[in-house]
């Protein structure tokens, strides 16, 4: 790609001038810092604003626990679209304002020492649209959740399919889905969480097929546009149409959960929804200091899970080393990749990871290819 | 919608319809569309009829209702034992109104799977008829859960212990079309088109006007042979004439053995290799590559300009009244929204 160097009038609209921020439900004005400080909920009134996809793995996993998977993902100009603009154009302006690749990010990480595979849509990136990208990073977080028993998070942000790739966009809802049938199959948990907005096709695929199906409060969630909705069929809208609490009563979302909730509501539900074939020894057992090479180090990390996760129950990838009894948990004829880079079977659920302080700037190198 | 469906046929009178052959690329495409939403154009019941020795219609999802624009039933195809599923536009307006213009409600793809589960505990094959504007959008759509129905009929389709064809035989409207489109084989015909949103609303929200329809059913690539180029469509069959609409029962005899000889092949794969490829035909739609380029730069800070710039500006704004707007480039984002509709 070429570089882009940003022009003065696209860091404009990069770093908008205003430090305040009206909020659109109570009318506060809120200084911005101190709302990127309360995880952009309104203290008046609590509105949920939008959240990156940054801020949103900062929100959800441990600290500094996040490896990026599939970072150069880059998408292609299938169909050559131009509208008012072209595609690739599109793209590369979306690249500068957000600097992010694409609509999701996808990688592994823990929440409260419990291992994750984790895709965060970013509706500031197109309007978090699903092009090939984003249904590859969440296809892949499936494939991964399913090779290493691990839960898959999906956190949607998105106006649905994304136009300017055609039905191959279209096709990522079969893709994203098929990838979930095989985790629903074989016993992986998969936790939804829908934010504002998740509409369209993603809501019409993986956002609406967790087997808990989480909302923010007030979230627009919905299948077709309420211009869609309102112009077609002439009846009025009902209250609350197409928010979370209107999904809720409808009886397709378990839970609506205000964000400084909701990391202890998925690690709740991650304690009762443990992978089948998921080693699910409890308490120091499955920490076996004599088997790694790093035991002081390791023997640190153990404290700090065992204080992390509050009930001892350290749990994570972590005998990597241990002959037997992992061996036969973990069979299914799914053997534990033994080859991967270190990010991908890193046993220490709880490492610091001082290596790599700033997870945006993990090198490109570290995501694993598949076949 | 219902207007654009009910209106069109004075916009664009049928008879005009196939007999020119505009040079245009632009008029071309267009053309097709109209061709695929000919109300004269043979629908799933008419197409049944014509190619399968017998059809017992059944009805009803078992959960809510029976909904009219999903048809669904029993069939013997040249003698082969088969489940059909299918949407059914009406033919004339008061058959479109009873049918909701073929646009099915979560009770009409909850049918579809209900009849999915049926053919694979009987290892009947399936075939699917798609011909969807887009599914309903209504009010009472989303309190049902149609993005649900869809969402698990995709899923469903994806691991269906039996074959599975999708034909396309005229409108292929987004995810209401996708819902019962997920196969071994997809075979359109020539006319059909396939796409991510109508092109009306692909031109309200790109080009801001639903006059551009035709612009964006170009840029969309939503005919048969280039969704054949894309690899989303494996066959194409050829209609007779004009169109499909000129000659029903010649389009029905095409079709028929387009299906019949991809029913006897895919019915020799053993089961196991069958859902295999079907996951790796959708694994694999999707155009990317894979940049090692360093990471896109992170908007990290601005600069000292910048902030200067932001600080007089703030102050500017401050001596003028509160600042404008709401967000912080969220509500006011340069690029449209990019969502589908239907």
């Known amino acids: ?371 | 919608m219902v207007d654009r469906l009910l209106g069109r046929g004075g916009r664009h009178p049928e008879a005009s319809l196939g007999t020119e052959q505009p040079e245009d690329p632009k008029a071309a495409v267009w053309a097709r569309v109209q061709l695929a939403r000919n109300l004269k154009r043979p629908h799933t019941l008419e197409l049944v009829a014509a190619m399968a020795d017998e059809f017992v219609e059944l009805h009803g999802d078992r959960l809510f209702g029976e909904d009219e624009a999903v048809v669904a039933g029993l069939a013997r195809i040249d003698g082969r034992r088969v489940v059909v599923i299918g949407q059914q536009k009406g033919a004339e307006t008061e058959e479109n109104i009873r049918r909701n213009f073929g646009m099915p409600h979560p009770e009409g793809y909850r049918k579809a799977t209900r009849l999915m589960e049926l053919a694979e505990r009987f290892r009947l094959p399936v075939v699917s008829f798609v011909d969807v504007p887009g599914a309903n959008p209504g009010p009472e759509s989303e309190e049902r859960g149609i993005a649900e129905s869809i969402a698990r009929s995709i899923g469903l389709m994806s691991r269906l212990r039996t074959p599975i064809l999708a034909v396309i035989t005229g409108e292929g409207g987004s995810g209401g079309a996708l819902a019962i489109a997920v196969a071994d084989v997809v075979i359109a015909l020539e006319n059909a088109v396939y796409s991510v949103i109508s092109p009306e609303g692909c031109a309200a929200i790109l080009w801001r006007t639903p006059d551009q329809a035709s612009t964006a059913a170009l840029a969309m690539k939503m005919t048969a042979q280039d969704q054949l180029a894309l690899g989303v469509v494996d066959v194409v069959v050829p209609e007779p004439g004009a169109g499909a609409h000129t000659d029903a029962a010649e389009t029905a005899r095409r079709l028929k053995v387009a299906i019949v000889a991809e029913l006897d092949r895919l019915g020799r794969l053993p089961l196991d290799e069958l859902i295999d490829q079907r996951y790796q035909r959708y694994r694999g739609l999707g155009a990317f590559t894979v940049v090692t380029s360093a990471p896109v730069a992170a908007p990290e800070r601005p600069g000292l300009v910048d902030r200067l710039r932001d600080l007089l500006e703030a102050g500017l704004q401050g001596l003028g009244g509160p600042p404008a707007g709401a967000g912080r480039g969220q509500d006011d984002m340069p690029d449209p929204p990019a969502r589908d509709e239907v």
């Open chain 1, 1 to 371: 790609m070429p570089i882009k160097l940003p022009s003065f009038r696209g860091r404009r609209d990069a770093y908008p001038p205003d430090l305040w921020t009206k909020c659109p439900s109570c009318g506060e004005m809120l200084f911005n810092k101190q709302l990127d400080k309360v995880d952009r909920v309104c203290p008046s009134c609590g509105h949920h604003f939008r959240l990156s996809a940054r801020s949103r793995l900062g929100l959800l996993l441990d600290r500094d626990s996040f490896q990026e998977r599939d970072e150069g993902l880059q998408s292609l100009d299938p169909l050559g679209f131009v509208d008012q603009k072209s595609y690739p154009d599109r793209v590369a302006a979306a690249q500068l304002a957000t600097g992010m690749r694409d609509a999701a990010v996808w990688g592994i990480g823990t929440i409260e020492a419990r291992r994750v595979a984790i895709a965060v849509m970013d509706f500031a990136f197109m309007g978090g649209s699903m092009g090939s990208v984003v249904g590859e990073k969440v296809t892949r977080a499936a494939e991964a959740a399913l090779d290493e028993r691990i839960p898959l998070i999906v956190v949607s942000a998105s106006g649905g399919a994304r136009m300017q790739e055609g039905t191959l966009a279209l096709m990522q809802l079969a893709k994203t889905v098929a990838a979930l049938e095989r985790l629903r199959a074989e016993g992986v948990p998969y936790i939804s969480v829908l934010t504002d907005p998740t509409t369209g096709g993603v809501f019409a695929s993986f956002a609406v097929l967790g087997d808990v199906n989480l909302a923010e409060p007030n979230a627009l969630i919905g299948f077709a546009g309420a211009r869609v909705s309102a112009g077609t069929i002439s009846t009025e809208l009902p209250e609350g149409f197409q928010r979370s609490e209107f999904l809720f009563r409808h009886g397709f979302v378990d839970r609506v959960v205000h964000r400084s909730d909701l990391r202890a509501e998925v690690s709740t539900l991650l304690g009762f929804l443990v992978p089948i074939g998921f080693d699910e020894t409890p308490g120091e057992g499955t920490l076996v200091p004599g088997f790694r090479p790093l035991s002081f180090l390791t023997s640190l990390a153990e404290r700090v899970s065992a204080d992390l996760s509050g009930d001892g129950d350290g749990r994570g990838r972590t005998a990597n080393g241990r002959p037997s009894a992992q061996g036969a948990l973990e069979g299914n004829g799914r053997p534990k990749p033994p080859g991967q880079p270190i990010p991908a079977s890193n046993p220490e659920p709880a490492d610091p990871q001082p290596a790599e302080p700033q997870p945006s700037t993990t090198p490109a190198g570290s995501e694993r290819e598949r076949g």
